[in-house]
């Protein structure tokens, strides 16, 4: 008998808490959750398992971000209005973030007026932020709508060629047979070979581009963010383009 084990990630939801997103650049509401490493056999686990880390996740904008539960006063099990959450899980909150809520506020009026180098670096700080949550969903195989269509497509072409070849083609029904499993193939493997590049264009850009309008950052920023990912190796870097960014400034 083979028996499979290993570790792997447990999450367990624990509450919801008020915080400041810097993606959305105001306070928030936050789902809060554990993350621990645990053994399983076939996969199934039988405990939280050791603490890896604690992430909040914003409700808005969906960043994930890492918590400390020294910050809270409180988890509440449901989530509430935002004042009344604030008062709950993180009461100081606003008086902690009172220079950072100021900044935000010269952010939204008037960004020209900000030191270029701490300009810079707030337009710099939501790629690094979203960085983490590119690395996590292109780690492993996920499946899209493109590649689910593909796939569907390709089923459909196999079943469907075969026939028509033989009935109308009969000489070359061999050569085109393995002309459409050629074919879909290679339309699987593209659609699996850009779906990073689709996730990021479609799920990462519009929240990066949000978050970064406010500061209107030029092209030539953004191209030395972006090429200074692309150096550190950060997936995001490699997968994102400035044109696309453009399109929401």
């Known amino acids: 008998m083979v028996y499979i084990w290993g570790t792997k990630y447990v999450y367990s939801k624990m509450g919801y808490v008020a915080d400041f997103c810097p993606i959305c650049r105001r306070p928030r509401a936050f789902s809060l959750r554990r993350t621990g490493l645990a053994k399983h056999i076939y996969y199934v686990t039988i405990s939280q398992g050791d603490l890896v880390c604690y992430e909040r996740t914003c409700l808005k ?25 604030v008062n709950m899980s993180n009461p100081h909150m606003m008086e902690l973030l009172k220079d950072r809520l100021a900044l935000e506020e010269v952010v939204r009026k008037a960004p020209t007026s900000l030191d270029d180098e701490l300009r810079f670096a707030l337009i710099r700080s939501p790629f690094y932020l979203l960085s983490p949550t590119v690395e996590r969903r292109l780690s492993k195989l996920f499946f899209d709508l493109e590649l689910w269509l593909a796939i569907g497509a390709s089923i459909l072409i196999l079943k469907t060629v075969p026939g028509l070849a033989d009935r109308y083609l009969p000489a070359e ?7 459409a499993l050629i074919f879909c193939l290679l339309l699987v493997f593209w659609q699996l070979l850009t779906q990073g590049s689709r996730y990021v264009r479609k799920r990462i850009v519009p929240v990066l581009a949000k978050s970064l309008k406010p500061l209107r950052p030029k092209v030539s920023e953004l191209n030395v963010i972006v090429r200074d990912m692309k150096e550190r190796k950060h997936k995001l870097g490699r997968k994102i383009k400035v044109a696309d960014i453009q399109r929401y400034l």
């Open 61 to 85: 904008c969906k960043t994930i971000l890492a918590a400390d539960l020294n910050d809270y006063e409180c988890i509440p099990k449901k989530n509430e209005p935002l004042p009344a959450l």
């Open 173 to 179: 029904s061999d050569r085109v047979y393995i002309g």
